[in-house]
T-cell receptor
Framework: AQKITQTQPGMFVQEKEAVTLDCTYD???????LFWYKQPSSGEMIFLIY??????QNATEGRYSLNFQKARKSANLVISASQLGDSAMYFC???????????????FGTGTKLQVIP | EAQVTQNPRYLITVTGKKLTVTCSQN?????MSWYRQDPGLGLRQIYY???????DKGDVPEGYKVSRKEKRNFPLILESPSPNQTSLYFC????????????????FGAGSRLTVL
């Protein structure tokens, strides 16, 4: 089974509208972290937001929020008031073993290409 | 400036010619890792290192070697490159706080685009 699944290869959103990018994950590790990264066409990886498995509240960072539903194993990224500069590839990632003395593997999803329409 | 530096940024080589992609970070991070990015596959972890002399395989380690002799450096070695290793490679590092701390955010290098003919 895929550890991180992003089912939307591409999405369009109107400027100033909100958009939700889906991410589901699979792990038996009780201690893990979920991340979202943005990759613009220039290629760099930009960290957006983080959610720990034990965090009670959904993470927020400016216009980004993470809708964390632990029982459903989903960690959707919500971008409010989309801007043209939000057009990019978005990756969901999971880091396992956060509390262990052993490995800390990181798994990325296949990404969602978001295009913001003026 | 806190950063992860990869070199070379672009490289075209031929099958079988050994090459090394260097990665260096100036943030005193314990954790370092390598990824390859291919269209439709996202980023896949090749190797990671929890600290000096501690490395482990990621999901796609075949054909690659790494070493961690110093905390700041984590080179990726392709002993005998093949065309299926043509890809965009990223090095990333982070602190290694336990207990679910958000400080485990990965900082990425700018990427190295490798073409093997």
């Amino acid at each position: 089974a895929q550890k991180i699944t992003q089912t939307q290869p591409g999405m369009f959103v109107q400027e100033k509208e909100a958009v939700t990018l889906d991410c589901t994950y699979d792990t038996s590790d009780p201690s893990y972290g979920l991340f979202w990264y943005k990759q613009p066409s220039s290629g760099e990886m930009i960290f957006l937001i983080y959610q720990g498995s034990y965090d009670q509240q959904n993470a927020t960072e400016g216009r980004y929020s993470l809708n964390f539903q632990k029982a459903r194993k989903s960690a959707n990224l919500v971008i409010s008031a989309s801007q043209l500069g939000d057009s990019a590839m978005y990756f969901c990632a999971m880091r396992e073993g956060m509390n262990s003395g052993g490995y800390q593997k990181v798994t990325f999803g296949t990404g969602t290409k978001l295009q913001v329409i003026p | 400036e806190a950063q992860v530096t990869q070199n070379p940024r672009y490289l075209i080589t031929v099958t079988g010619k050994k090459l090394t992609v260097t990665c260096s970070q100036n943030m005193n991070h314990e954790y370092m890792s390598w990824y390859r990015q291919d269209p439709g596959l996202g980023l896949r972890q090749i190797y990671y290192s929890m600290n000096v002399e501690v490395t482990d395989k990621g999901d796609v380690p075949e054909g690659y070697k790494v070493s961690r002799k110093e905390k700041r450096n984590f080179p990726l070695i392709l002993e005998s490159p093949s065309p299926n290793q043509t890809s965009l490679y990223f090095c990333a590092s982070s602190l290694l706080n336990r207990g679910g701390s958000g400080a485990n955010v990965l900082t990425f290098g700018a990427g190295s685009r490798l073409t093997v003919l």
